[in-house]
C-alpha cells in the first residue's frame, strides 16, 4: 500500500500530558479509524499534522514531501473538519466560505454548489442559526471543495442524533469511490467505525497501543461468553479482559483455538471496534 501521510516520531509535551513517539502511515484508497478516550491524545495528533500546534520533534510528510517545508502544498491538498468549529458565528455560510475558498489554489464553486443543494442548506443562512448536524454538513462540503486527497475529521459525529451519523459514514463512502483517496477519521464513538473503516489504530495516553488493519484485527479475537464452572486457573490465562457476574462471564480472548479446545461448549462472537478498544485500555486487563 502507498501511503499518503507519515508520521514518526511525534512528540509534544504539556504539563499534564504528552504524545510520545507517535508513528503511524495512512494509506491511500483507505479510511484508517483514530479511537481512543477522550483526553487519549486524538486531537492534539491531529493539531500537530495540521501545524494548529508546534510539535516538540518528529517528521510529518504528506505525499512523501515534509509538510515543514511544504505546508502550503500539502494543505491544499487535505480537507478538514473539526469537532470544536473554525466559523465566524455572525456570518453567512455564503460569507464564511468567501473567506475560506480562496485558501485553496484547486476551489471547485461548482462542487461546493453540489453539496450545498445535496444537504439542503441556504446559503443565506448565519452560522449561529445552524443544528450540530448542519455545522458538520456545511464542514464537510467545505472540506470536500477543493479536491483534497485526504480528510481529516476530529469527532466528527459527537452529539449528532444516529440519522446524520448515518448520513454522515454514507458521505465518506461516497467520497472513497475516487481512486487514490483517504480518510482520517478520530472519534469516541466506535460504532461508527464497524461499517466503514479499514485500519484502526488506537492511542491511550499519548501511546500508540493498536494498529491494524480493522478486520484482522476482529477476526483475530472473539468475545466469549458463558458459564463460570468454565473459568479455573488454566482458562483464566486464555482472556486478555474477563468479568464474572453470578450469571457468568465474558471475555476477550486473541486464543481462540485453545478456547475451543478447553472450554467447548462457551459462546464465541466476533468483537466490536469498541469491545478491542476497551480490551486495551480498560481495566480488569490481563494482557501483558
Not at 483455538?257 to 480490551?279: A, G, S
Request: glycine residues 6%; hydrophobic residues 40%; charged residues 30%.
Amino acid at each position: 500500500m502507498t501511503p499518503i501521510l507519515e508520521v514518526k516520531n511525534l512528540n509534544k509535551t504539556y504539563n499534564n500530558f504528552s504524545l510520545k513517539d507517535v508513528t503511524f502511515s495512512l494509506n491511500k484508497d483507505c479510511i484508517t479509524g483514530f479511537i481512543g478516550t477522550n483526553g487519549s491524545g486524538k486531537t492534539t495528533t491531529i493539531k500537530a499534522i495540521l501545524g494548529l500546534i508546534l510539535k516538540d520533534s518528529g517528521k510529518i510528510k504528506f505525499s512523501g514531501m515534509d509538510m515543514d517545508d511544504n505546508e502550503r502544498k500539502s494543505k491544499n491538498k487535505i480537507g478538514i473538519v473539526l469537532d470544536e468549529g473554525y466559523f465566524y458565528e455572525e456570518l453567512t455560510l455564503k460569507e464564511m466560505k468567501n473567506v475560506i475558498a480562496p485558501c485553496y489554489t484547486e476551489w471547485d464553486e461548482a462542487v461546493f454548489s453540489a453539496y450545498i443543494k445535496q444537504f439542503d442548506l441556504k446559503l443565506d443562512q448565519k452560522i449561529a442559526t445552524l443544528s450540530k448536524g448542519m455545522r458538520m454538513k456545511y464542514a464537510v462540503a467545505l472540506a470536500l471543495s477543493h479536491h483534497a486527497d485526504l480528510l481529516i475529521m476530529d469527532e466528527p459525529t459527537s452529539g449528532l442524533d444516529p440519522l446524520v451519523r448515518s448520513e454522515l459514514m454514507d458521505i465518506l463512502l461516497n467520497f472513497m469511490k475516487e481512486p487514490g483517496k483517504s480518510v482520517f477519521f478520530s472519534t469516541h464513538i466506535t460504532s461508527d467505525l464497524d461499517k466503514i473503516a479499514d485500519m484502526i489504530i488506537l492511542i491511550d495516553d499519548g501511546r500508540i497501543i493498536v494498529n491494524e488493519e480493522k478486520d484482522e484485527l476482529l477476526d483475530t479475537h472473539a468475545l466469549v461468553k458463558g458459564d463460570n464452572r468454565f473459568i479455573n486457573e488454566q482458562t483464566q490465562k486464555l482472556f486478555l479482559t474477563l468479568h464474572q457476574s453470578p450469571y457468568g462471564f465474558e471475555g476477550i480472548t486473541r486464543k481462540k483455538k485453545d478456547v475451543r479446545r478447553l472450554m467447548p461448549d462457551v459462546l464465541m462472537e466476533r468483537p466490536t471496534v469498541e469491545d478491542i478498544m476497551l480490551t486495551y485500555i480498560g481495566g480488569n486487563n490481563n494482557a501483558n
